[in-house]
């Protein structure tokens, strides 16, 4: 077996009131994938970027040894001198510029300050063969898809004749098969000799191209694991995670919705929906769906299908050319002609991208959980911020908000601590109808069955709730009925007793609509 390569000694980085990483340790083998997983805010991102010195030499305690030589990285330049490259989750390329020129930005091939092209595009041409894509290098990033900008950013770590290759949460904004491509690819550079270091809450995924992973919980290494041995099974990587065992992963669900009969909370009819450019294209087509108070009800399709396009429409005509169609609420037609109009009917919409959509990373938790209900703490048009913060500390201790204070920054908390504060700034606008997309998106398993039990209770309350996600478990395990969607058209309606992950993909590939 083949000797370490990556010696991190008693780790530990400490922020303003916060100790992030605690004693820990991590060994990574010549040649392997090991993968590093915790819970969300547990540690993992924190302990990459001391690896490769985003967080300097001198900020944090412990060693570093790397290929046997004691390092003390000052900055990030120094880590990829070594051949230690680090990737992101939210990838650094600059969308208008060329694909080479991503490539290379920061180590140009020049000379007297002239860049030479020829050499420029040239490997950039080999680079991006070996990686698999045949985009041309002159190729604006802003014009290819997020699967290939993940592969350039691979052919950026190869120019700088990468040794250790740390990807980030790498399929994070994936579809299955740009990550399976992106898998693929792993599995190839650890043929060509190059470590990777993996950060990924996908269990299945570790699975696939791990040889070893360590679990951190709360700032600390837990132990490390050999995958291939038969009693590495995904319910022992969870209990080491969350430092207990999760026997059911959804919290359990008793239906209490309204009686048949009863005026939906929501109902959508005929539903249709423009692409926003070419208009000849309906990105929803004639659909309709209802859902009644207490009840949550999924919307399953690949991607394409059309329901990020429906959601989105429905709450203020957010995208698209609105084509035709009504909402009704309670029986009665309303208008949802803007986001003001959707909310003051009492409709919500968790967007699937928190970080754009969602909130002002900038800004506090408690201001971004008032921003939608900020007449509520405002007294004579100018908020009480007393109030303010009464409300963001209720939020904090019932969702279990981990931050050091209620005026931290939201772009400081990990994405689930993110997506607890999405949702506290809906349920305090109170609404009837809570449109969730992809609600559990890029958080582990602890703090989705936090988020589950959320969402468990908001139905129990009497509030209908729409569940869109591309995980077809999370849809069994949480929703009463599931309707699937292809091609911007519904093609099945299930109950919960119905439903299996076999029926829905047999609706999810059909292009023409079902009748039940």
């Not at 084509?323 to 967007?351: L, N, P, Q, W």
């Not at 909130?359 to 959980?369: H, K, P, S, Y």
């Not at 209720?394 to 400081?412: D, H, L, Q, Y």
């Amino acid at each position: 077996m083949a000797g370490p390569v990556l010696e991190m000694r008693s780790i530990v980085k400490t922020f303003p009131g916060v100790t992030a990483l605690s004693d820990v340790t991590l060994t990574v083998r010549q040649g392997e994938v090991h993968a590093v997983c915790g819970e969300n805010g547990a540690g993992k991102s924190t302990l990459m970027k001391v690896l490769s010195g985003v967080h300097p030499h001198g900020s944090y305690e412990g060693e570093i040894l790397f290929e046997g030589e004691l390092c003390r990285f000052r900055d990030i330049r120094a880590s990829e001198h070594h051949g230690i490259v680090i990737i992101h989750q939210e990838l650094a390329l600059v969308p208008y510029l060329s694909v080479a020129e991503n490539i290379f930005l920061g180590n140009e091939h020049a000379t007297r300050g002239l860049i030479n092209w020829n050499d420029t595009l040239r490997h950039a041409t080999e680079l991006l063969r070996r990686v698999g894509l045949t985009d041309h290098p002159e190729t604006r990033v802003a014009d290819i898809g997020v699967g290939k900008q993940q592969l350039v950013e691979i052919a950026k770590a190869l120019s700088k004749k990468v040794k250790l290759l740390i990807l980030d949460e790498p399929t994070a904004a994936l579809n299955d098969e740009d990550s399976g491509k992106l898998l693929d690819l792993i599995l190839e550079l650890k043929k060509q000799g190059i470590t990777s270091i993996i950060i990924s809450h996908k269990l299945g995924e570790i699975r696939r191209v791990a040889d070893s992973v360590t679990i951190i919980r709360d700032g600390r290494s837990i132990e490390t694991l050999d995958v291939k041995d038969p009693g590495t099974t995904e319910d022992r990587i969870i209990s080491g995670m969350v430092g207990r065992d999760l026997d059911h992963r959804f919290p359990e669900r008793t239906p209490h919705h309204a009686e048949e009969g009863t005026a939906p909370a929501l109902e959508i009819r005929d539903w249709t929906v423009r692409h926003p450019i070419d208009q000849q294209r309906k990105v929803v087509d004639h659909v309709s769906l209802q859902v009644r108070r207490g009840e949550i009800v999924g919307i399953a399709g690949l991607m394409g299908a059309g329901r990020t396009e429906l959601a989105m429409s429905v709450f203020g005509r957010s995208y698209g050319r609105y084509a035709g169609g009504t909402v009704r609420k309670d029986g009665e037609e309303i208008r949802t002609r803007s986001v003001a109009e959707a909310i003051g009917h009492g409709i919500a919409y968790v967007t699937e991208d928190r970080k754009h959509y969602g909130l002002n990373l900038i800004d506090t938790v408690n201001r971004n959980i008032s921003l939608t209900s900020l007449a509520k703490v405002a007294r004579r048009g100018v908020v009480d911020e007393h109030e303010e913060r009464q409300v963001a500390e209720r939020f904090r201790t019932s969702m279990n908000i981990k931050a050091p204070s209620v005026f931290e920054p939201v772009g400081k908390l990990s994405g689930g601590n993110q997506q607890k504060v999405v949702l506290s700034k809906w349920i305090f606008a109170g609404p009837d109808v809570l449109i969730l997309d992809e609600p559990t998106r890029g958080i582990d398993v602890g703090a989705k069955f936090e988020i589950y039990t959320v969402i468990d209770k908001l139905a129990a309350e009497g509030r209908a709730v729409v569940f869109i996600s591309s995980e077809l478990p999370e849809l069994l395990g949480m929703c009463d009925r599931i309707y699937t969607m292809a091609a911007g058209r519904l093609t099945g309606e299930f109950s919960r007793a119905e439903a299996s992950q076999e029926s829905l993909m047999r609706q999810m590939t059909k292009d023409k609509e079902v009748s039940r």
